[in-house]
């Protein structure tokens, strides 16, 4: 490699090491802001959470930079917090579940059986609850659940109770009824969004090699659209790990989950605990994306032996 | 065609976006330097009030505007301890806050967040019983630490259709006979306080390990009981309203606003074990960019005709003896005794008043301990 004489001076050219560098940081230069937006907005408070979950509280409600685990501690150490976050996974795990299977079946019949316009009518309907606050739709949910509510009426009228009951709201049952309401929308348009795309004459093409209906769903169907349940499943899941309102409004004083008793940590000015809790969740959290993370992939369903 | 039309390079795409950027941010100083200029002494504007949905009649806020030029930017407040850690994060974001009794002093005073100010400086504070200028606990070497509003006993109140045997203690509350039917507001520490209350505990607030463990026990009785916890005052009211509450806590009042919204006639005491109360007030906010509106907006929202107004409004005494006056003047003199409006120098002592103490933070814990998942 020689050097070149550029105006009268002698540069020499770059090496392979420096190029590399250049280009690669070339590449990267589009992802600077979302970068410092990301490290902005969330790494940092992060850390600040992070700092906090170390420090205590004292009597006085005053933060002391006193560095310790006692808050990290303190949960393990008390059962009702550690069974409040298995009840509040296991509240996750069942409005994912439900959520899962009411919007294959929505979503299979109308990407696979209703024309494309109709369809997306199909769709903005289900998206019109949107238009609306979530507070108002849980206030709402109060109103249809309660005990002189919608639904107690109905089911006196049709003569299947005869006074009303208090089984669907102030408790568990009604805290899964109105998240499996808020969440089912998100789970049914990412579900249609991988259906559409699913070539459907390949579960013909099984059946005609002799799988049954349900065997081709299972191995032909499926595992194209792993990809979309593990992002409809991510989409409930995860958000109701840190929801709050619903369980507080028609959860009653035996509903709360985990985040309800976060809240009260912070907005009684114990901020050190109640992020000590946060961060478990944000760690739980990441664990279950590491894992979901490895089922995006779409399996090669023709590569199987 | 339109400049949404057209095809952008990269360039000119970055060049676009840099400079709504740049407006954007020289707004942002912009708005900065103004909120800073407003430090000043001046007497119109906007201030920035943290308050209970009580304190305040809309319809004053703006006949006080239009005459003085001083609006109000109100957010709620829903608890004394969330109001002080706010203020602590917000500092001179805020320039007014509403506070109760003894979290004036043992708080925000403590921690050099509000100014005290010469009470008998304000014209309209002559109108105030003269007991309420001068609780001791309220007073500094600097003045005065806030401008006295309102007070009530906490009480029970209960619809004697569905409770039976005229209930007078605090143990009702823990009958197993009213599981699910006891509606209370979402203040762990005051839910805690309450229990201390009917476990005979005469601190509240400052109570021992041991107390705390009597406390616990209290709290798991009334676990079940408790069908929800009320957001604000009107919730429980709201639930006793619709029926699905037949027991809850709340302030002086409650037997009038619950008739008054279409529910049944309910009757309300104060526990014969002792109660807790509250006598609140307002602050002035020491880095308050805006504090300067405070004093003016005083004079003109403490006058007696919109305290009296706030009085039937709302349903609880206040510590405005014109107003009293005012009330007796128009043939509502019965509805401010019944509410003991000119009663607070017996009652007060009585009750306990509502303050972070040396358990507070014990206390929440303790109520998440039990209100998790058994």
């Known amino acids: ?305 | 065609m339109t400049v949404l039309d057209q095809t952008h390079s990269r360039r000119r795409f970055l060049q676009l976006t840099g400079a709504v950027g740049a407006t954007a941010a020289l707004g942002g100083v912009l708005q900065a330097c103004n909120v800073i200029g407003g430090g000043g002494a001046a007497t119109t504007g906007t201030f920035n009030w943290m308050t209970w949905s009580d304190h305040y009649i809309q319809s004053q806020l703006d006949k006080i505007a239009k005459d003085t030029n001083i609006n109000t930017a109100i957010s709620e407040l829903a608890g004394n301890a969330e109001g002080y850690a706010k203020l602590k994060e917000v500092k001179g974001q805020l320039d007014k806050i509403s506070g109760d009794a003894m979290w004036v002093p043992n708080a925000y005073a403590k921690d050099g967040l509000i100014e005290p100010f010469d009470i008998n400086e304000l014209k309209v504070s002559s109108q105030l019983y003269s007991f309420a200028r001068e609780f001791p606990y309220w007073q500094s070497s600097e003045g005065y630490m806030a401008y006295p509003f309102g007070w009530s006993p906490i009480m029970i109140y209960y619809d004697p259709a569905k409770v039976t045997g005229d209930p007078n203690d605090w143990q009702v509350l823990l009958d197993p006979k009213y599981k699910g039917r006891v509606v209370v507001e979402n203040q762990p520490e005051e839910i805690v306080a309450y229990m201390a209350r009917a476990a005979g505990f005469d601190k509240p607030y400052d109570l021992t390990d041991d107390q705390l463990t009597t406390v616990k026990g209290y709290l798991e009785k009334l676990k079940p009981n408790v069908l929800k916890f009320a957001q604000q005052a009107t919730d429980s009211v709201a639930s006793m309203i619709s029926g699905e509450a037949w027991l809850i806590t709340g302030n002086l009042g409650n037997e009038d606003r619950v008739k008054d919204g279409g529910g049944p006639e309910i009757k309300g005491y104060v526990p014969k074990e002792g109660t807790v109360g509250w006598h609140d007030g307002e602050m002035i906010v020491k880095e308050g960019v805006n504090k300067a509106l405070i004093k003016p907006f005083l004079e003109q929202s403490q006058q007696a005709e919109l305290i009296a107004e706030n009085f039937l409004a709302n349903g609880r005494p206040l510590f405005n003896e014109k107003a009293y006056q005012i009330l007796t003047d128009q043939g509502k003199k019965d509805q401010a005794d019944r509410y003991l409006y000119a009663k607070a120098p017996d009652v007060l002592p009585t009750m306990v008043l509502k303050g972070p103490g040396t358990s507070t933070d014990k206390s929440i814990q303790l109520f998440n301990e039990v209100f998790g998942t058994s």
């Open chain 1, 1 to 305: 490699m020689t050097a070149e004489v550029v105006g009268g001076v002698d540069v020499a050219p770059p090496t392979v090491a420096s190029r590399g560098r250049t280009a690669r940081l070339r590449e990267l230069a589009p992802f600077l802001p979302a970068g410092l937006l990301l490290g902005v907005l969330f790494f940092v408070p992060l850390a600040v959470m992070f700092i906090f979950s170390l420090w205590t509280t004292n009597a006085n409600l005053d933060i002391v930079p006193t560095w310790n685990l006692d808050n990290y501690a303190q949960f393990f150490q008390t059962g009702a917090y550690v069974r409040t976050l298995a009840k509040t996974v296991a509240m996750g795990a069942a409005v994912t579940t439900i959520c899962l299977l009411f919007s294959l079946a929505v979503a299979y019949f109308l990407a696979r059986y209703i024309s494309r316009r109709w369809a997306r009518v199909a769709l903005l309907v289900i998206i019109v609850p949107f238009w609306s606050s979530y507070l108002l739709r849980v206030y709402s949910w109060q109103a249809i659940l309660g005990e002189k509510g919608a639904l107690n009426q109905v089911l006196m009228g049709l003569g299947l109770i005869s006074e009303p009951s208090r089984l669907f709201v102030y408790n568990d049952i009604g805290t899964f009824i109105v998240l499996t309401y808020v969440y089912l929308p998100f789970a049914i348009l990412v579900l249609y969004a991988s259906l559409e795309r699913f070539d459907y004459t390949q579960l013909t093409a099984a059946q005609d090699l002799g799988a049954s209906p349900s065997r081709a769903f299972r191995y032909i169907l499926l595992p194209q659209i792993r990809p979309g349940l593990i992002t409809a499943a991510i989409f409930v899941f995860i958000p109701i790990l840190g929801e709050f309102l619903t369980p507080s409004m028609v959860g009653g004083a035996s509903g709360l989950l985990i985040a309800n008793l976060i809240q009260t940590f912070f907005k009684n000015a114990l901020v050190p605990q109640g992020a000590a809790l946060g961060l478990l969740i944000v760690a739980f959290v990441t664990v279950l994306l590491i894992i979901f993370r490895k089922y995006l992939r779409v399996e090669d369903v023709y590569a199987r032996g």
